[in-house]
């Protein structure tokens, strides 16, 4: 299965700022899926980034909060934007199994820890 | 709408036997998962059904019933270290994971 690597690892922002996440896979893949985990919280899907294409949200998020690119097939960047305390939470990135073999089941970075201030 | 439950917290003891249940009503079904996360870490895959039945990878064993919308994850011979979050996640058609809001099993000595 694939390998990603995801940073920065933790930050702790003032309000108001940004603070773009990035997610590098070691491999080509279609689809890059970005998470939220509020602490003590299960994982929230915030869009699916598909590369050539504008990030499909779910609801509740929208692409001014949360912009993504997907400039090609192993990288991606969320930001979280004009942040507020609310967005203290560990964000993930995760990719498809290789090749839909879902017995391989779906691999996720590392997570940023993220802290508003 | 999707609908994943499972219990909020189990307890147990080390060598022991765990069962951690996971019903499920969604939208399309294409496969359930568990994952495992320690506290500050990203998840980590366990298992994957998507046929009726029971998969056993080692001292993990995971079971799903469609028809009931139901599915377990199985721990045996439970070790500290398995103290952990466990997410069961549905794969709905298409689309991506709809994790429930995860077990925390705690294992005592």
């Known amino acids: 299965s694939a390998v990603i690597s995801q940073k920065p690892s933790r930050d702790i922002c003032q309000r108001g700022t940004s603070l773009t996440i990035q997610c590098q896979v070691d491999s080509q893949v279609t689809m890059m899926f970005w998470y939220r985990q509020q602490p003590g919280q299960s994982l929230t899907l915030i869009a699916t980034?598909?590369?050539?294409?504008?990030?499909?949200?779910e609801s509740g998020f929208v692409i001014d909060k949360f912009p993504i690119s997907r400039p090609n097939l192993t990288f991606s960047t969320l930001t979280v934007s004009n942040m507020s305390p609310e967005d203290s939470s560990i964000y993930l990135c995760?990719?498809?199994?290789?090749?839909?073999?879902?017995?391989?089941?779906?691999?996720f970075g590392s997570g940023t820890r993220l802290t508003v201030v | 709408g999707q609908n994943i439950d499972q219990p909020t917290e189990m307890t147990a003891t080390e060598g022991a036997i765990v069962q951690i249940n996971c019903t499920y009503q969604?939208?399309?079904?294409?496969?359930l998962f568990w994952y495992q996360q320690h506290a500050g870490e990203a998840p980590t895959f366990l298992s994957y059904?998507?046929?009726?039945g029971l998969e056993e990878k080692g001292r993990f064993s995971s079971f799903l019933s469609r028809s009931k919308g139901y599915s377990y994850l199985l721990l045996k011979e439970l070790q500290m270290k398995d103290s952990a979050s466990y997410l069961c996640a549905v794969k709905p058609g298409y689309s991506t994971l709809t994790f429930g809001k995860g077990t925390m099993l705690l294992v005592s000595p």
């Open positions: 059904n998507v046929l009726d």
């Open positions: 969604t939208s399309g079904f294409n496969g």
């Open positions: 995760s990719v498809d199994p290789p090749g839909t073999l879902f017995n391989y089941g779906y691999t």
């Open positions: 980034a598909n590369q050539g294409s504008e990030a499909t949200y």
